[in-house]
């Protein structure tokens, strides 16, 4: 939709937001300091909107100035599926897709016993548990999380994390690129996870 055709639409709008909430022009005049003639050839489309003029008619109506000038609505905020990833036994799968930006996936691990091969690279992870048992060596730490458990760290620390080896286990991890590059695109040195 171009601009002429939006800003045409916006006239009418005006009249229906006005008329729903029961207010005149006298009325809106006064509390937008807009004259009732400038009001009026708005709402007619015989002046064209502006900015100046928008502002305080949203603001005296108390709704967003995109309801005004009938922004699109926000499309579909779902993630569509796509194919998980399958890296070293464990499947990756993606939970956004901003390039660039914070990273989301779920991660299920099967069951197997793996040794720690802790790894660094720069940024931040966050890891929840969503079923089972993830084991987590972290520097000298070496815990176990369970579900509805959550660990944050600084990925400069060395770190790695897998299944305990007693069953599989589904857990989400986030982190920003430098750990996307480093936990989907490049092959691990060994098994390990992390």
Same mark, same amino acid.
């Given at each position: ?8 639409? /916006? !006239?009418?709008?005006?009249? *229906?937001?006005? %008329?729903?909430? &029961?207010?005149?022009?006298?009325? +809106?005049?006064?509390? $937008? ?40 609505? /926000? !499309?579909?905020?779902?993630? *569509?599926?796509? %194919?998980?990833? &399958?890296?070293?036994?464990?499947? +990756?799968?993606?939970? $956004? ?41 972290? !520097? ?55």
């Amino acid at each position: 939709m171009g601009t002429d055709e939006v800003l045409a639409g /916006v !006239g009418p709008r005006l009249r *229906r937001i006005r %008329k729903e909430k &029961e207010v005149t022009l006298a009325a +809106l005049s006064e509390a $937008t300091g807009i004259s009732v003639s400038t009001l009026s050839r708005l709402e007619s489309g015989r002046r064209r909107p502006s900015l100046e003029l928008l502002l305080p008619i949203a603001q005296a109506h108390q709704v967003p100035l995109d309801e005004l000038v009938g922004a699109p609505r /926000v !499309g579909d905020p779902r993630v *569509r599926p796509v %194919k998980p990833i &399958e890296r070293d036994g464990r499947t +990756l799968i993606p939970l $956004t897709r901003q390039p660039g930006g914070l990273q989301a996936y779920k991660i299920i691990e099967p069951k197997r016993r793996l040794d720690p091969a802790p790894q660094t690279h720069e940024g931040y992870e966050w890891l929840y548990v969503l079923a089972g048992r993830l084991r987590l060596v972290l !520097g000298e730490h070496d815990v176990v999380l369970t579900s509805g458990e959550a660990a944050e760290f600084d990925t400069r620390v060395p770190h790695w994390f897998g299944s305990t080896g007693e069953g599989p286990v589904e857990f989400l991890s986030l982190f920003g690129p430098q750990g996307e590059r480093m936990h989907v695109r490049a092959r691990p040195k060994s098994a390990a996870g992390g």
